[in-house]
């Protein structure tokens, strides 16, 4: 096989890779979408919180520790203790339920039966104050995450699979975190999926999903199913925060992985989670395989940054509801 | 006899006992519209009562009020003898009372099979855990609530269809696994809102054949509005006759049937 061949085999890959996370970012809109038909606008910045919860229940940190300080003259900083990681990751989930808690009781609630829009700028306004939040809690420096994912590319591959081409040739280059975020992202998606097809919550939140009041007519909680479907976005942003997390440092920019869902919700339908999952996937290598044939050589590079945009658009335009989502019929 | 709370034995050998509901001078307004004037009755333990009366009557609201979708500005309800609260529908819902809707409202990208095990939601209580592993009483559930659905997916006639999407299905069918679902409930008031609507004679024979069934082998209780009178008039053991928000008859069919406020609603006679 040609290097050419395999090289364009590579970046495939990357793109697979890169496309599960987007896959990740996208899926906590849809379930929450699903639902309750919000748009959250707030689920790039619960990744960066929750992200920043991690990273402050592990190393100990006071939170609110600068707001303490500066009321009461401390200084406190430090707990002086360190969290094990599992511990630390059971810790910020609870956070991340009491959140979704707090979500539905002080703000949904209040809004059942707005207009769409309405419900959107809501979630506007929980980003903005999420951020603060978040800044409040834990700081506003540039943190990383020590849960010991691997870095670097992954030698073992690279040894496989040189043998596949000729002398020039020295084998796949995946980051070795790609492939951990990769196989966490598929453990949790399966998980999600066993739990709406095979539990009673799962039953009820599709059920919820597909019909308000004949769910209240078989005695579900429209507010319990809420605060569940907050909660399971909240855990898949914690995941989503950390890998993106891992490869960039915790910092502000994290929330802006947000953006990169659009185009991938665009894609895969608002209401579908394999639609999701395989607009992620084909974004992610869209957009690799475009660098690679056709932005690199031709555009000068650096198109990664529009493409899904563009891809987006044009789905807007001839398939609105995009691969797998629920058709748009208007009754006249 | 039949007015006294004493449990008696109908004619076709069903024992009709005391009063499970129990609704108490209930009104209830929109805005400046009274739609609910002052009604009450009751429903007793193991009957079958008909609310009928022309359209705007109120009747979907009596039932939206006794499922607790509509909250009353006055009055009470009472089951079994009890002052219920203001409640959620859902809440209502797992006190044992089920219901259908007058514009069928099933989850419409489900399975028949999902939408009837969806009615068992109420007789699952093992922990998430044990659901999501499948192991011990979540597998014993699972199997006990999978039968019991079955039972009802062949006492309806639906087992060609358990694993169609309902969005597939007739008018007709799509009302039929609505019940369905309603009963996997097992609930002890089953209220039925126009279960016969749109439906051909073959059809209507078949849902009255399933209503008289249920009540008659599980013992169901069962409150439904219908306007087709001679369904009303086959099925029901006592009748509550509404008009313009108002209670104009109560009785068994018979005495329905003599009432003059009842034949004037019916045949139109103006309102002064």
């Known amino acids: 096989m040609s290097s050419e061949f395999l090289y364009g085999i590579e970046v495939i890959i990357n793109g697979l890779m890169a496309g599960v996370l987007y896959a990740l970012v996208a899926l906590g809109f849809v379930l929450i979408y699903k639902a309750s038909g919000i748009f959250n606008y707030s689920q790039g910045v619960m990744a960066l919180f929750a992200a920043l919860t991690l990273v402050g229940i592990m190393e100990g940190q006071v939170p609110f520790s600068h707001l303490i300080n500066a009321i009461f003259g401390t200084e406190l900083h430090h707990f002086g203790w360190e969290v094990p990681a599992f511990l630390a990751i059971a810790l910020t989930v609870v956070v991340m339920v009491i959140f979704a808690w707090l979500v539905q009781r002080f703000v949904f609630r209040h809004l059942v039966g707005q207009e769409p829009i309405i419900l959107f700028m809501a979630t506007i306004g929980l980003a903005y104050f999420l951020e603060g939040v978040g800044d409040l809690m834990w700081g506003s420096e540039i943190k990383t995450i020590a849960l010991g994912l691997p870095q670097g590319n992954a030698r073992w591959l690279e040894d496989v699979t040189s043998a596949l081409g000729d002398d020039t040739f020295y084998g796949f280059f995946v980051r070795q975190l790609d492939i951990v975020a990769a196989l966490v992202a598929m453990v949790l998606v399966t998980a999600l999926i066993v739990f709406a097809q095979y539990t009673k919550q799962g039953r009820a939140m599709r059920a919820v999903a597909d019909d308000h009041q004949a769910a209240l007519s078989v005695g579900i909680s429209l507010n319990f199913i809420w605060v569940l479907v907050w909660s399971l976005a909240g855990v898949v942003a914690l995941v989503a925060g950390v890998m993106w997390g891992a490869k960039s440092g915790v910092q502000f920019s994290l929330s802006l992985i947000a953006l990169k869902a659009l185009p991938v919700l665009m894609l895969g339908g608002f209401t579908s989670i394999p639609g999701a999952i395989i607009g992620g996937l084909i974004i992610g290598v869209g957009e690799q395989l475009f660098e690679y044939t056709i932005g690199g050589p031709f555009l000068g590079g650096a198109t990664e940054n529009w493409f899904a945009y563009m891809l987006a658009l044009l789905f807007l335009v001839f398939r609105p509801q995009g691969l797998f989502g629920e058709k748009i019929i208007e009754r006249v | ?272």
Do not use: C
């Open chain 2, 1 to 272: 006899m039949k007015d006294s709370v004493e449990s008696y034995v109908t004619d076709d050998g069903r024992t009709i006992g005391g009063v499970m509901l129990d609704l108490r001078n209930i009104t209830l307004r929109f805005g400046g519209v009274e739609a609910i004037k002052d009604i009450s009755f009751n429903i007793r333990e193991g009957e079958i009562r008909a609310i009928i009366g022309p359209n705007g009557a109120g009747k979907s609201s009596m039932l939206n009020i006794i499922s607790g979708f509509y909250k009353p500005q006055e009055g009470e309800v009472l089951f079994d003898g009890v002052a219920r609260p203001p409640m959620p529908p859902y809440q209502v819902a797992r006190q044992g009372i089920a219901r259908t809707f007058q514009n069928i409202a099933l989850f419409e990208g489900m399975s028949v099979l999902d939408n009837v095990m969806t009615g068992r939601m109420n007789h699952m209580n093992a922990s998430i855990f044990s659901q999501a592993m499948w192991f011990g009483k979540a597998q014993r559930e699972e199997v006990e609530n999978r039968e019991a659905v079955e039972r009802i997916i062949d006492f309806l006639e639906i087992q060609k269809i358990r694993k169609t999407p309902v969005s597939r299905l007739p008018y007709g069918l799509k009302k039929r696994v609505e019940l369905a679902r309603a009963l996997a409930a097992e609930p002890r008031l089953l209220l039925l809102d126009e279960p016969m609507a749109g439906m051909n004679v073959e059809e209507k024979e078949d849902m009255s054949r399933f209503i008289l069934d249920l009540n008659d082998e599980f013992g169901t209780t069962i409150a439904l509005i219908e306007h087709d009178m001679g369904v009303v008039m086959d099925l029901s053991d006592r009748v509550v006759v509404m008009d313009y928000g108002r209670k104009i008859g109560d009785g068994t069919p018979d005495e329905v049937r003599g009432n003059q406020g009842v034949i004037d609603a019916y045949l139109g006679v103006s309102h002064d």
